[in-house]
């Protein structure tokens, strides 16, 4: 097989992306030296609207349109994503050829004034993304108010150091990646926040018909990444996630063994399901959907279908 002369990365334009796009082409750069690696920076549609939730406005969808677009007209070879930013129902003609090596999957406090959620008085304001963070802060926490929080990172500091938010919740993996680790006052505990599938990886989308590309990019695959991505997108999968479930859904391998804990809630937090399940490595996917129907089987589609019924996508 040739060596590929040169690439071309499409990727988001905010400064958390480019970082992400920038890892992959050094890597590239790294393994093919003679190789010219190219950015080419886009403006999706989620980066445009920031006054609505995602759940509102479409979904993790809005990030990745334009992106495969210049996949499809050949204007780019390959495209970088949060694999946690990613549908789970991707369909032909892409597919993702890679996961890379995952950062820290956790949640982040982050804060002016409190070290801990637990620190917040009765009333303050939390702001977050995710209904998956709201839906488990709010059952822990129901004195405090959960409000949304949209926009690239410094975005969302900067509302927080404005004195808009008493205290934000972070993916820690893009704060490190940003050297903005001394933002984090606390790791929130898998056990207390339950991560999103794929949190912290990195994954490559390609067209389905690039074999050279498929090739290409096979070093930078992960294996315990990949499985563990397997599993918990499995779950997200079965249960239909998107931004307009709080799911969660969170896989560790330990000497051979995957274990992988699972929940569904409401976004108020009344209600949460959970479930969890070990097996070997090599059965990943099959734990996941496991899991998921544990979920199903404790009344995951109640919720569902509530979720559904009161969901009304905007314009």
Do not use: I, M, N
């Given at each position: 097989m040739s060596l590929p002369q040169r690439l071309v990365i499409a990727t988001r334009a905010s400064r958390l992306a480019l970082w992400q796009a920038?890892?992959?082409r050094d890597r590239l750069r790294t393994l093919y030296p003679a190789c010219a690696v190219e950015l080419l920076t886009l403006t999706t549609r989620g980066d445009q609207i920031l006054d609505r939730t995602l759940s509102k406005v479409g979904g993790k969808g809005l990030f990745v349109k334009e992106l495969e677009t210049a996949l499809l007209d050949g204007r780019a070879d390959l495209a970088v994503h949060c694999l946690k930013d990613m549908p789970v129902d991707l369909q032909a003609p892409f597919e993702l050829c890679a996961v890379l090596d995952r950062a820290d999957p956790r949640d982040a406090f982050v804060s002016n004034r409190y070290d801990t959620l637990?620190?917040?008085?009765?009333?303050?304001?939390?702001g977050t993304s995710s209904l998956r963070r709201e839906s488990q802060i709010r059952a822990r926490f129901p004195q405090l108010?959960?409000?949304?929080l949209r926009g690239n990172l410094d975005t969302r500091l900067g509302k927080l150091d404005r004195g808009e938010y008493d205290a934000i919740v972070l993916a820690a993996a893009g704060l490190n990646r940003l050297g903005l680790a001394d933002r984090i006052r606390c790791l929130l505990d898998p056990a207390d926040c339950l991560p999103a599938a794929g949190q912290g990886a990195l994954t490559i989308e390609i067209r389905d018909d690039r074999d050279d590309m498929r090739a290409w990019l096979a070093p930078l695959n992960d294996a315990t990444a990949t499985s563990i991505s397997l599993a918990e997108r499995a779950v997200s999968r079965r249960l239909g996630g998107s931004c307009q479930v709080p799911l969660?859904?969170?896989a560790e391998i330990d000497d051979g063994t995957l274990t992988l804990r699972a929940l569904v809630a409401s976004p108020d937090g009344?209600?949460?399901l959970r479930a969890e399940r070990s097996g070997p490595v090599d059965q990943a996917q099959a734990i996941g959907e496991a899991v998921a129907a544990e979920l199903f089987d404790a009344g995951a589609q109640a919720i569902l279908d509530e979720l559904l019924q009161d969901?009304?996508?905007e314009d």
């Open positions: 920038e890892h992959v637990a620190d917040l008085p009765a009333g303050a304001v939390v108010v959960v409000k949304p969660a859904a969170y009344t209600r949460t969901a009304s996508p």
